[in-house]
Structures are given as structure tokens and as C-alpha cells.
Nanobody
Framework: QVQLVESGGGLVQPGGSLRLSCAAS????????MGWLRQAPGKEREFVAA????????NYADSVKGRFIISRDNAKNTVYLQMNSLKPEDTAVYYC???????????????WGQGTQVTVSS
């Protein structure tokens, strides 16, 4: 089994930045692709970004391209989401996810974190 724990959420003003972290533990050798998804109040959960195990390939939702950067440190079993130029519409609970496949262009995640709240407001 794999456990994922997010951190780094909080309140930030529009135009500001935040970095989310997600630490994996347990059977981390079974993890390949990792990703971030988010869910705003009253909305469906949506894909944000994903990264392959070797970090060679990444995939982003159009709404965050050019503003968010996903990265990972396999030595620390941690994936990050650097969020810049934040907008009020980025307000959501952000979830870390991992899967036993390296394909980053579809969902199908096997493991999920508990989520961390990001609020963008003045």
C-alpha cells in the first residue's frame, strides 16, 4: 500500500505563489506517474498536472499551463507543484495522486492523498 500526504496549502493573494508538496510512503517502488488534481466547491474534481517517474515528461491542464510547474524528487519520494500567478479561480482542495502506470495522459490513479486547501483571495 502507498500513503500520500500533502502539505503547503494556505491563503494567498491573487498574483502570489505557493508550493505544494506530497510525500509518499509505503510501497513507493510501485509508484510510477504522479499527479495533482483539484476540486473547487460545487465542481467536479479536475486534472491539474502529472509527471512521469523519470520526470522526462509532464502534462498540464490548459488552465494552468505557463503558471504551474510539477516536479519530483524520487530520492525523497516527493512530488511538488509550484503555483505562480495564482488567480481566485485556482481556489480548491488540491489532491496528490499516484499510479502504477507511467502514462500521464489519462487519469486512473491508484492512490490519493487527503487534500490540502488552497485559497486565492485578497
Amino acid at each position: 500500500q502507498v500513503q500520500l500526504v500533502e502539505s503547503g496549502g494556505g491563503l494567498v493573494q491573487p498574483g502570489g505563489s505557493l508550493r505544494l508538496s506530497c510525500a509518499a510512503s509505503g510501497r513507493t517502488d510501485s509508484i510510477y506517474a504522479m499527479g495533482w488534481l483539484r476540486q473547487a466547491p460545487g465542481k467536479e474534481r479536475e486534472f491539474v498536472a502529472a509527471i512521469t517517474r523519470s520526470s522526462v515528461s509532464t502534462n498540464y491542464a490548459d488552465s494552468v499551463k505557463g503558471r504551474f510547474i510539477i516536479s519530483r524528487d524520487n530520492a525523497k519520494n516527493t512530488v511538488y507543484l509550484q503555483m505562480n500567478s495564482l488567480k481566485p479561480e485556482d481556489t480548491a482542495v488540491y489532491y496528490c495522486a499516484a499510479k502504477e502506470s507511467n502514462y500521464i495522459y489519462e487519469l486512473g490513479y491508484h492512490y490519493w492523498g487527503q487534500g490540502t486547501q488552497v485559497t486565492v483571495s485578497s
